[in-house]
């Protein structure tokens, strides 16, 4: 089991977030998260990586309790935030390897494996583009190029498509379908577009805090 959640709840004030959510994923396994805007999806996703604390419940990630093992779970898991976390003054490649740097790879190794990913998500020829200058689609492929880098066993992503055309979505969902078919990663995926999800190995639907 990749992950375990079990009756977990979130009231921020008086509004009840969550509400009781129980849910599994298995190792492997392609997963949607799907509920409208506010019904608790970015909470969920923050809770899960320790930045929020939930009220009651109880989380296990690769079999860990998270509240005591959340560097090692942090260390294994590739995020890609709802809000783009690049730093738009620094180049693609230069993104990729800062974030390296900080998460101690070594030059030798982090440059080809960068190179690969540049190219795996065709952002090869923009590698020298400041971040704020690629396109809305760019800046999401280069957040999951960056995801990557660690060589993840799972990988989660929030609104990974939202704001791009059909075409760049696309490009996108095909990327995540490849990720969990040929590179084994299981996935997460949180979307408020239900018409998206397609391909996925299981839904899970929130709505106003539970899931239904
Ligand atoms: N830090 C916070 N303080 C108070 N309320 C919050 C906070 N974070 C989220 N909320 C509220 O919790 C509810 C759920 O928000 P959340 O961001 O989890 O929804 P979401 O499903 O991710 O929505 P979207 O599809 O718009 O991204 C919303 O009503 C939001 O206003
Ligand atoms: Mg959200």
Redesign the pocket.
């Given at each position: 089991m990749i992950l375990e959640v079990n009756n977990l709840s979130k009231k921020?004030?008086k509004?009840e977030?969550l509400k009781n959510i129980s849910f599994t994923i298995n190792k492997g396994e392609y997963v949607a998260v799907v509920?409208?805007?506010?019904?608790?999806?970015?909470?969920?996703l923050n809770i899960l990586l320790g930045l929020v604390a939930a009220d009651s419940g109880e989380i296990k990630i690769f079999e860990k309790n998270l509240e005591n093992n959340i560097t090692f779970i942090l260390s294994k898991i590739g995020i890609v935030f709802?809000q783009h976390t690049l730093d738009f003054d620094l180049t693609a490649k230069k993104n990729l390897l800062f974030y390296a740097d900080i998460h101690g790879m070594k030059r030798s190794s982090s440059k080809i494996k960068i190179e690969k990913l540049l190219k795996r998500f065709e952002l090869q020829n923009f590698e020298n583009y400041r971040a704020r200058d690629l396109s809305g689609g760019m800046k999401r492929r280069l957040e999951i190029a960056r995801a990557l880098l660690k060589d993840p066993d799972f990988l989660i992503l929030d609104?990974a498509t939202s704001g791009l055309d059909p075409s760049a979505r696309e490009l996108i969902l095909n990327d995540i379908k490849k990720l969990t078919k040929e590179d084994k990663i299981t996935v997460l995926t949180i979307t408020?577009l239900e018409n998206e999800i397609t391909d996925v190995d299981r839904v899970i639907k929130i709505e106003k805090g539970k899931i239904i």
């Open positions: 921020y004030g509004l977030v509920g409208k805007n506010g019904a608790g999806k970015s909470t969920l709802q609104e408020h």
